[in-house]
């Protein structure tokens, strides 16, 4: 048994130093009456790990936890208007510089199995997710005319499976457009799908030495230039791999280079796709099998869409949904790190359902994370006096 509940053993795992430093560069303890930055980091994670519906939730959860809170590093539970008011007007890039720092320090901890590729290419996954929000309280957001969305176009670290950046903006910003904002790292990949099929941002990656595997769109007007070689008597999903010359007025002149054109033949799906790329050198399968690894990315939206609280928030405005969307990216690279260093497979949606129901429970985190189901130890025999006579 520890002396300590499981919440504040996962709290423990962060950087306060990190996080002291980036509050005093941004200033956000200035005139605060009580509630710091670090009592609002501690109220949001616990908002997303017991997934609370409403400020009154978290104000009253972290009451619970009388006697335990300086464990957590806060004097006392905060109120519901207290909550509200900081979630209006703390500045919100506190929460998204925060999590880069955090990712620097835990990020590469966080691995999983999944497939090596033989490329000295740093690879990363790029997607969009859409999520849908009601415009007569979300103003600010409009999509459509009686729909209100916000866009998280994420870029995904294929190594540790967690967002690299992340930009959110409105939901009418197309996939293409909100990816020109994204960092890029000469020698790396970035693997899309068709939505990102724009010649203007891949000729904007070429020309920082990014590499490209894209899905192309079926209208694709183009001449073949060179057919290349097609292995023989292994993998036969390949149907054609070729250089291409873009044509079209305006398409030719916004890339003007030839790509390769690799053309697969999917089983699961019972149709071909085909893959447009600068990479000259890989081998048609490799070029096939970054491909495939873009699920990774849509795996990823259903996770921190089902397993904690960003489909729905507990404030209205911009800033508040802000700080939720980063404090449930802060959580899910905690519990991707949890689920790295406990030796039981955990699933992370177990992970996440068992930390919700023991989360002021009192047992040691890492011998929970190693063996969560062992056997309590046997009680002590029972020994009887006889009597003397």
Known sequence: MSKVNLFSQIVSKHDRNSFKKLVTEKKTDKHQKGFTSWTHLVSMLFCQFVKSQSIRDISNGLRSATGNLNHLGIQMSPSKSTISYQNKNRDWTLFREYYYKLLTQLGQQAGFKQTKFRIKSKIFLLDSSTISLCLNLFDWVKYKTTKGAIKLHTLLDYDGNLPAYVNVSNGETADNKGAYEIPLFANSVIVADRYYNDFSLLNVWDSKGVFFVIRHKENLQFKTIKELELPENRHQYILKDELIEVTGTQTSTKYPKKPRRVVIWNDENNQTIELITN?????????????????????????????????????????????????????????KYLKSIGEFEWRLSNLIAFIRLNLFVKIDLKKWLDKPFEDPPKPRPKYVQGDLF
């Open 279 to 335: 990479q000259m050198s890989w081998t048609a399968n490799t070029i096939s099998e970054l491909y495939k690894s873009r699920w990774q990315v849509e795996i990823f939206f259903r996770e921190i869409k089902q397993l904690l609280h960003i489909k729905s928030f507990i404030g209205t405005s911009e800033n508040a949904v802000m700080i939720q969307i980063w404090t449930a990216l802060i959580t899910i690279l905690i519990l």
